[in-house]
T-cell receptor
Framework: GQQLNQSPQSMFIQEGEDVSMNCTSS?????WLWYKQDPGEGPVLLIA?????ELTSNGRLTAQFGITRKDSFLNISASIPSDVGIYFC???????????FGSGTKLNVKP | GAVVSQHPSWVICKSGTSVKIECRSL??????MFWYRQFPKQSLMLMAT?????????EQGVEKDKFLINHASLTLSTLTVTSAHPEDSSFYIC???????????????FGEGSRLTVL
């Protein structure tokens, strides 16, 4: 399957700090989605991106669709303890009808 | 956002039995549904893509006779794990891509997941 390289794999930060994670691929994607997953639950959609260069915010979260259409990043500003969880990127491959997922970034926030 | 409901949320069964998991889109029509499997601390692995009214498309390495998928309507897809064995124990998650407000979106919405434990 297609490779989506997500980094970092895990992060340990202090409450109030900003966080950045990204996904890259050698393939071109039409859509990038960012999800958060809590233990034992399904992923919850955070932000959807549809155009190259698009920058979208959802509260303290900001995500961008890379100009080359091969990458995307997610920023979380002023992190809080409830931001703890695993964040996944997902890309809809150009000309295909399915999404591929990154390996996830586990975020830990210390109060 | 759109709501996808999955049932049951957890199930324990004996080895050799079959288990059915339902995935419903509650407020939109899902022309395409996806089934994923997730092992602990790992990402989601696509098992199959089901389109309403047609046969599912399975990913390489996924046994179609073991994981039966039926997408009989625009709001319901089912995954049946046949003759389950302990190695089938996993977290199974469905997702749906369809129409919101009459327009096709590229967004993918997930069910809550079903944790299967085979004894």
């Amino acid at each position: 399957g297609q490779q989506l390289n997500q980094s970092p794999q895990s992060m340990f930060i202090q409450e109030g700090e900003d966080v950045s994670m990204n996904c890259t691929s050698s393939s071109i994607f039409n859509t990038w989605l960012w999800y958060k997953q809590d233990p034992g639950e399904g992923p919850v959609l955070l932000i959807a991106l549809y155009k190259a260069g698009e920058l979208t915010s959802n509260g303290r979260l900001t995500a961008q669709f890379g100009i080359t259409r091969k990458d995307s990043f997610l920023n979380i500003s002023a992190s809080i303890p409830s931001d703890v969880g695993i964040y996944f990127c997902a890309g809809l491959l150009y000309n295909f009808n399915k999404f591929y997922f990154g390996s996830g970034t586990k975020l830990n926030v210390k109060p | 956002g759109a709501v996808v409901s999955q049932h049951p949320s957890w199930v324990i069964c004996k080895s050799g039995t079959s288990v059915k998991i339902e995935c419903r889109s509650l407020d939109f029509q899902a022309t395409t549904m996806f089934w994923y499997r997730q092992f602990p601390k790992q990402s989601l692995m696509l098992m199959a893509t089901s389109n309403e009214g047609s046969k599912a498309t399975y990913e390489q390495g996924v046994e179609k006779d073991k994981f039966l998928i039926n997408h009989a309507s625009l709001t319901l897809s089912t995954l049946t794990v046949t003759s389950a064995h302990p190695e089938d124990s996993s977290f199974y998650i469905c997702s749906a891509k369809g129409h919101l407000g009459g327009a096709t979106t590229g967004e993918l919405f997930f069910g809550e997941g079903s944790r299967l434990t085979v004894l």
